[in-house]
């Protein structure tokens, strides 16, 4: 065996390892979870008859089924998940059709946002999420020049999350809708889109929903009590007043874990959407700001991984990365906003914190895939260290990181490598192996659905 095949099997060995930051952050949020559900749902599960721990035992079972979901994610190559980017999209109909199913979906106060599962319910506007940033990241990636180019390319996306949109509005569900157009504009913006460009469907949708908000009797009256809970407290007030009497309790320290007053029946929610406002009743301001604080060590993680996968052109992983960092950076900052009183009440749960069986879940899947490119993207790196540590010619040449993006033409840098002796040594099988483990793909342009 020659040295470039010795050095092509090594590279073949090199793994990566998970980002300890990004880990850390979601195990802290996803144990803190664990504890504040314990804390905030003995009351309700004791009023309810079914015993205290009733609701921390389902919490912690949908987190260990979560994290099993998470294990499988962190295991799965990416270049093998972006192979289904049809299906991706069409599974997102699908989803949002199966709660008006006669047998299969339940409806909820008047909300037909579950589905029927035997052992439990399911949301599924949550996979949705997931699934849906799947497959922007593999749209973004087979037309990334477009995207930055025409309005077809940029449209596009736009109306497919219009569709999705009025599907959730449908169910209804207002914050989710607003929530997936807001990941959809970042997405965009992240990929390419310049801003002057983005402005006018932003100009044309904030009106629109401002409007959908305002003529709907239950919406406007969020919104009449987010400006003044006080002038009807015991009314549609009763629930945001309750939350800050409970921020106000925490004062700088807490008033203890286990010792919240609000969560007796006076917080509605304690241990779901308004789990926040026990957690700063409870641990008080300096919990607060360690919540804040890994909220933004995660968020900010993941965007500094995809901005590294970019920069090694391994431009999927770095959307899915953007992806996921959007979604769970405004999600929470909703749900914190909400639970302080600076936004108008929305049922969005707090990401690995609040109790419910399918954001638990599929926020679990979701870091699992933010470990898998922080993984992907260490392997990248150390593999190209070693070609260029072992291989004169490969460091000369600058040898082009993993994911290359796809081309029509040859591009005028790299006009004067066609002389180099880069493509000599790309004839011989081992000097291929040499230049990376899908280096050279060209990424997928499949019909049907984009």
């Known amino acids: 065996m020659n040295d470039l095949s010795r050095q092509a099997t090594r590279l073949e060995a090199i793994g990566g390892r998970f980002d300890p930051w990004l880990t850390g952050a979601a195990l802290a949020l996803a144990c803190l979870g664990v504890v504040m559900v314990g804390s905030a749902s003995v009351a309700i599960g004791e009023n309810l008859g079914v015993g205290p721990f009733h609701y921390l035992v389902r919490h912690v079972l949908f987190l260990g089924v979560g994290i099993a979901l998470a294990a499988v994610a962190m295991r799965t190559e990416l270049k093998t998940v972006e192979k289904y980017n049809q299906l991706l999209l069409l599974g997102c109909f699908v989803l949002l059709l199966l709660p008006w199913l006669p047998g299969l979906g339940v409806s909820v106060n008047g909300a037909r946002r579950w589905i029927e599962l035997g052992i439990s319910r399911f949301q599924v506007v949550e996979a949705v999420k997931v699934i849906y940033i799947v497959w922007l990241a593999s749209y973004l990636v087979r037309f ?52 002057p ?9 904030l009106p629109a929903l401002a409007a959908l908000a305002i003529f709907e009797p239950y919406r406007m009256r969020r919104i009449t009590s987010f400006l003044d809970p006080w002038a009807d407290q015991l009314g549609s007030g009763y629930q945001l007043s309750n939350a800050l009497m409970a921020v106000g309790r925490g004062e700088w320290f807490g008033v203890g874990l286990g010792a919240s007053v609000q969560k007796l029946n006076y917080l509605p929610e304690a241990h779901t959407d308004f789990i926040f406002s026990v957690i700063a009743e409870e641990l008080g301001f300096a919990g607060v700001c360690v919540v804040v604080a890994l909220y933004a060590l995660l968020v900010g993680r993941a965007l500094y991984l995809g901005l590294k996968c970019v920069e090694m052109r391994r431009h999927f992983a770095g959307y899915i990365a953007f992806g996921i960092a959007l979604w769970i950076g405004m999600q929470s900052f909703v749900s914190i ?22 954001s638990v879940m599929m926020t679990c899947v979701a870091i699992g895939l933010l470990l898998r490119v922080s993984y992907e993207l260490d392997r990248a790196e150390r593999q190209r260290a070693v070609r260029q540590e072992g291989s004169p010619q490969a460091a000369a040449s600058g040898d082009a990181p993993a994911e290359a993006p796809a081309r029509t033409g040859p591009s005028p840098g790299r006009a004067a490598s066609a002389s180099s002796p880069a493509p000599a040594a790309a004839a011989h099988p081992a000097a291929a192996a040499l230049r990376g483990r899908g280096t050279s793909r060209v990424e997928p342009t499949l019909g049907g659905f984009a």
């Open 197 to 205: 460009r983005m402005s006018l469907p932003i100009v044309i949708g």
């Open 144 to 195: 990334r020049d477009d995207v930055t180019a025409t309005w077809a390319a940029m449209l596009k996306p736009l109306g497919v999350a219009v569709l999705l949109v009025g599907m959730l509005l449908a169910q209804p569900d207002f914050g989710s809708a607003t929530l997936l157009l807001a990941i959809t504009a970042g997405m965009l913006v992240l990929g390419g889109v310049n801003l």
């Open 337 to 358: 906003g909400v639970n302080l009183g600076m936004l108008p009440t929305k049922g969005l749960t707090l990401p690995l914190v609040s109790s419910g069986g399918s």
